[in-house]
């Protein structure tokens, strides 16, 4: 394995140190300056913390260094973060940096709209189920869910159960913090799934595992339907997963 300098393990255990004290400038002073945004709010730490504790460095063959850092809490509870380090400008600055276990984004607001026009789709996924909307008279798949089938007019639609397995039809990285819910979470990535089983109607959501990968246009994916984490109250949705051999 590769040798960590000591100056770094020095630097990183000062790093953990100004975590613990709240010293914002000099914590944005050790993050690769074009990661500054994506940095703050890629991680989350409890605003009391009282001690902080390196556990592991291991060095990359790339020149990365990956440190974990366990922090501690007032009542005695502990996070740890998972940050990489990469030389820059003579030193080292943080290029990554997340919550072990990574968590996932997750929206409260996700669910059943008003109008109860897709309550069907919602009870679907709370059954484990993905399902969309189908034309009752001329057959065809209807999505986003809406009272009349847009393509001969008729108010006898259907719901069907499809398996969650599709293609990329578009993707996107999200750098930003649009939402509390989204803060720790980021970056991630939002897909748009063509699903070939129901006429390729397109269903939005989250791609799993994408930390430093590169999603392609036409990737084969399988959605698994998860259910809100405890303390949440949102709904049950679909996360998407690229099949085995995809990536590259
Ligand atoms: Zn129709």
Redesign the pocket.
Same mark, same amino acid.
């Given at each position: 394995m590769a040798h960590v300098p000591e100056a770094l393990i020095d630097l990183i255990v000062e790093h953990g140190r100004m975590t613990v004290a709240g010293d914002h400038d000099g914590l944005i002073a050790d993050f690769l300056p074009d990661r500054v945004g994506q940095l703050l709010t890629s991680a989350t730490v409890p605003a009391d913390l009282v001690r902080a504790q390196l556990v592991s460095t291991e060095a990359g063959p790339d020149g990365e260094v990956v440190a974990v850092t366990k922090y501690t809490d007032v009542r005695g509870e502990s996070v740890e973060l998972r940050a990489c380090w990469v030389p820059f400008g003579g030193s080292w600055r943080v290029t990554r940096v997340r919550n072990i276990p990574e968590t996932r984004p997750w929206m409260n607001e996700y669910g059943p709209s008003p109008d109860g026009v897709d309550q069907e789709h919602w009870a679907g996924l709370a059954n484990g189920e993905l399902r969309l909307q189908r @034309?009752g008279? @001329?057959t065809?798949w209807i999505w986003a869910p809406r009272p009349m @089938?847009p393509? @001969?007019r008729?108010l006898n639609t259907t719901w069907e159960t499809v398996d969650p397995a599709g293609r990329i039809y578009s993707w996107t990285r999200t750098w930003q913090n649009f939402s509390p819910e989204t803060a720790g979470h980021l970056p991630y990535v939002v897909v748009l799934v063509e699903l070939a089983q129901a006429g390729n109607s397109r269903v939005l959501g989250v791609l799993e595992d994408t930390d430093g990968r590169e999603v392609r246009i036409g990737m084969s994916v399988q959605g698994k339907i998860d259910t809100p984490p405890p303390g949440t109250t949102g709904s049950p949705l679909v996360r998407w997963h690229v099949a085995e051999g995809e990536w590259q």
């Open positions: @034309c008279d @001329c065809e @089938c393509h @001969c008729s």
